[in-house]
C-alpha cells in the first residue's frame, strides 16, 4: 500500500486546458447510421452535436465546447454508445467499429486512461464490499470470525479514503465519482447511528459535496442515486420514511442545477419499479426543474406520471373511457357520486372467474347503497367476453377495448396481472388496490356501515 498514492500520482496526470474548442476525431467503420455523439441529462440522451465534419480519408470529427471535463456518449444510437470525457484535452481520437463500438480504443487522452482506471477500483471495492458483507453475516454469533471479518472491512474503507484523497489531489474532477462511491462499512462506522437502515440513508454520499459545481452534469450522479434510492426501497421501509430521508438528501444539493435533476431522476427510477407513491412526488419536483427545451422529457414524464397517480392513495384515479359491450363509450368519471370498484378480469382467467361469484354477492349486498362495479375485461374474443358476462351472472357495468394485455386502461394502471381491482371513493380518488374476497369484503363493510 505504500506505492499506492505514486501509483495513482503517475497514472492521474494533472491536464490543465483552456482552448475553447476541442475536437472528437473517430476512425470508426461498420457504421449502419450517422455517427452522432449525445449527452445525458439523467432523462434523455441528447444529441450534443448532430453536424459532425467527414474528412476524405472517412474519418468524423467533432468539436465540443472546452476549458472543463464532461462525460459524452458516442454511437449511432444511444443505447449502444462508447462513454468518454471531452473538454479538458486538445484532440482526443477513437478507433473502432460501429459493431461494438463500447470496444473502440481511445487514444491521446490521458483523462480517460485515468478514468478507466479509476472505473475498475471503484468496481473492485464494490464486489470486496459485497464478498465481506455476505461473510460477515455468516460469521453471526461467532465472535472471533466477526472481529476478523470486521477488521478486513476496516482495511477496505481505508483503501476507499486513500483511492479518493489521492484524486483530490491529482485529480479533482474523477475524485467526485471516488466521493459518490466512498461509503464505508456499516460495523466499522455505527457510532451515532440507532441502526444500519439510518446510516445507509444519512451516510452514504458523506463524502460528496454537491455544492461543488464540479458534480454538474455528472451522469455518476444519476447511477450513486438510483442504487441508494433501489436499497432504501428494497429493505421494507414505509413511504413516509423513505420519502422524510429522500428529502433530506436532496436538501444538500442546489435546486434547479442538473446535479438536482439528475439525482431526482436516479430516485424516481426505483419508486416506479416498486409502484411507490412516492414517485409521483419526486417525479412532479423534476417536473417543477425541468426547463424549456425540456419537452420531449416533461411530455414523456407527465405521461408516467398519470399512470402511476392510479398507485397512489388518495389520488385522483386517471379518467378513461372505452366500448361496453353495446358500443357505447362509457367514461370512468360517468359514475361519481357512487363507490365504484374497477375490476380488472377476462373470460380466459380461472382465479377470475372463481372470485366472481363473491364479487356477485357484495354487488347485490350494496348496489342500492352507492355500490358500482365497472368490469374491465383483458378479452380479445368479443363472443367470448360476452358469453363469460352472462354464463358468471356478472350484471353490472363492462368494457373493453379488445386488445388483451395491451388494453389502455389496464396500462394505463400498471395492471401486470388479473384479477385486479381499483376501489375509489364517490368522489373518483382511489381507496385501494387490489382488494378481494374477504379483505374486499371488509372494505366495503366498513364505508358502508
Same mark, same amino acid.
Given at each position: 500500500m ?8 503517475? #497514472?492521474l496526470?494533472?491536464v @490543465?486546458f483552456s482552448?475553447k474548442t476541442?475536437t472528437? =476525431? ?6 449502419q447510421?450517422p455517427?452522432?455523439?449525445f449527452?445525458?441529462d439523467g432523462?434523455?440522451f ?5 453536424s459532425?465534419?467527414t474528412?476524405?480519408d472517412g474519418?468524423i470529427t467533432?468539436?465540443v ?5 464532461q462525460?459524452?456518449?458516442l +454511437?449511432f444510437?444511444?443505447?449502444q454508445? #462508447?462513454?468518454?470525457?471531452l473538454?479538458a484535452e486538445?484532440?482526443?481520437r ?13 487514444s491521446g487522452?490521458p ?6 482506471w ?11 464490499t459485497?464478498?465481506?458483507i ?7 454469533g461467532?465472535?472471533?470470525?466477526t ?6 472491512m ?9 483511492l479518493?484523497?489521492s484524486?483530490?489531489? =491529482?485529480?479533482p474532477?474523477?475524485a467526485?465519482?471516488?466521493a459518490l ?6 460495523p466499522?462506522s455505527?457510532a451515532g447511528?440507532s ?8 451516510a ?7 455544492k ?5 452534469g455528472l451522469p455518476?450522479v444519476?447511477e450513486a442515486f438510483q442504487?441508494y @434510492?433501489?436499497t ?9 420514511t423513505?420519502?422524510v430521508?429522500?428529502?433530506q ?5 442546489? $435546486? +434547479?442545477t442538473?446535479?438536482?435533476r439528475m439525482?431526482?431522476a436516479g430516485i424516481?427510477g426505483?419508486l416506479k419499479?416498486?409502484?411507490s ?8 419536483r ?6 424549456a427545451?425540456d419537452?420531449? $422529457?416533461?411530455a ?6 398519470a +399512470?402511476?397517480r392510479s398507485?397512489t ?5 386517471p379518467?378513461?373511457?372505452q366500448?361496453t359491450?353495446e358500443?357505447?363509450m362509457l ?5 361519481r +357520486? ?7 378480469? @377476462?373470460?380466459w382467467?380461472?382465479p377470475c372467474?372463481?372470485e ?10 350494496y348496489?342500492?347503497k352507492g355500490f358500482?362495479?365497472l368490469?374491465?375485461?383483458l378479452?380479445?374474443d368479443r363472443?367470448?367476453w360476452l358469453?363469460a358476462?352472462?354464463q358468471?351472472?356478472? =350484471? ?7 386488445q388483451q394485455?395491451s388494453n389502455?386502461?389496464?396500462q394505463?394502471?400498471?395492471?401486470s396481472?388479473?384479477?385486479?381491482t381499483?376501489?375509489?371513493?364517490a368522489e373518483?380518488?382511489?381507496? $385501494?388496490?387490489?382488494?378481494?374476497g374477504?379483505a374486499?369484503e371488509?372494505?366495503l363493510?366498513?364505508?358502508?356501515k
Amino acid at each position: 500500500m505504500k506505492h499506492f498514492s505514486l501509483l495513482v500520482a503517475l #497514472l492521474l496526470s494533472s491536464v @490543465a486546458f483552456s482552448q475553447k474548442t476541442v475536437t472528437l =476525431t473517430c476512425k470508426v467503420d461498420a457504421c449502419q447510421a450517422p455517427l452522432r455523439l449525445f449527452k445525458f441529462d439523467g432523462l434523455l440522451f441528447k444529441d450534443a452535436q448532430i453536424s459532425p465534419v467527414t474528412s476524405p480519408d472517412g474519418s468524423i470529427t467533432f468539436a465540443v465546447p472546452g476549458g472543463k471535463p464532461q462525460f459524452y456518449y458516442l +454511437g449511432f444510437r444511444s443505447d449502444q454508445t #462508447l462513454i468518454l470525457i471531452l473538454g479538458a484535452e486538445k484532440d482526443v481520437r477513437v478507433e473502432g467499429s460501429c459493431n461494438d463500438i463500447r470496444t473502440a480504443t481511445i487514444s491521446g487522452s490521458p483523462l480517460n486512461d485515468s478514468y478507466q482506471w479509476v472505473k475498475n477500483r471503484v468496481n473492485i471495492f464494490k464486489n470486496q464490499t459485497g464478498q465481506l458483507i455476505q461473510q460477515y453475516q455468516a460469521a453471526m454469533g461467532n465472535q472471533q470470525q466477526t472481529q476478523q471479518v470486521t477488521a478486513q472491512m476496516k482495511a477496505l474503507d481505508d483503501q476507499k479514503l486513500q483511492l479518493l484523497d489521492s484524486l483530490q489531489r =491529482t485529480q479533482p474532477y474523477l475524485a467526485k465519482i471516488a466521493a459518490l462511491n466512498t461509503y464505508l462499512s456499516w460495523p466499522n462506522s455505527q457510532a451515532g447511528y440507532s441502526n444500519e437502515i439510518e446510516y445507509f440513508a444519512k451516510a452514504f454520499f458523506k463524502y460528496a459535496d454537491f455544492k461543488d459545481e464540479g458534480y454538474e452534469g455528472l451522469p455518476w450522479v444519476f447511477e450513486a442515486f438510483q442504487g441508494y @434510492a433501489s436499497t432504501l426501497v428494497n429493505v421494507g421501509l414505509d413511504d413516509a420514511t423513505q420519502k422524510v430521508y429522500f428529502e433530506q438528501m436532496l436538501e444538500k444539493i442546489p $435546486a +434547479g442545477t442538473m446535479r438536482s435533476r439528475m439525482a431526482l431522476a436516479g430516485i424516481i427510477g426505483p419508486l416506479k419499479q416498486k409502484n411507490s407513491p412516492n414517485y409521483v412526488v419526486f417525479a412532479e419536483r423534476l417536473l417543477k426543474e425541468l426547463k424549456a427545451g425540456d419537452e420531449a $422529457a416533461i411530455a414523456n414524464l407527465q405521461q408516467q406520471v398519470a +399512470g402511476m397517480r392510479s398507485f397512489t392513495i388518495g389520488a385522483e384515479a386517471p379518467d378513461f373511457a372505452q366500448a361496453t359491450p353495446e358500443g357505447k363509450m362509457l367514461k370512468l368519471s360517468e359514475l361519481r +357520486g357512487k363507490v365504484v370498484l374497477i375490476d380488472f378480469w @377476462a373470460s380466459w382467467c380461472g382465479p377470475c372467474r372463481r372470485e366472481n361469484p363473491n364479487v356477485v354477492r357484495m354487488y347485490q349486498q350494496y348496489k342500492d347503497k352507492g355500490f358500482e362495479i365497472l368490469g374491465v375485461s383483458l378479452d380479445r374474443d368479443r363472443q367470448r367476453w360476452l358469453d363469460a358476462i352472462q354464463q358468471d351472472g356478472l =350484471t353490472w357495468l363492462h368494457v373493453s377495448d379488445l386488445q388483451q394485455w395491451s388494453n389502455a386502461v389496464a396500462q394505463m394502471y400498471g395492471v401486470s396481472s388479473i384479477p385486479h381491482t381499483v376501489l375509489l371513493d364517490a368522489e373518483g380518488r382511489i381507496l $385501494a388496490r387490489n382488494l378481494r374476497g374477504e379483505a374486499l369484503e371488509h372494505k366495503l363493510a366498513e364505508i358502508f356501515k
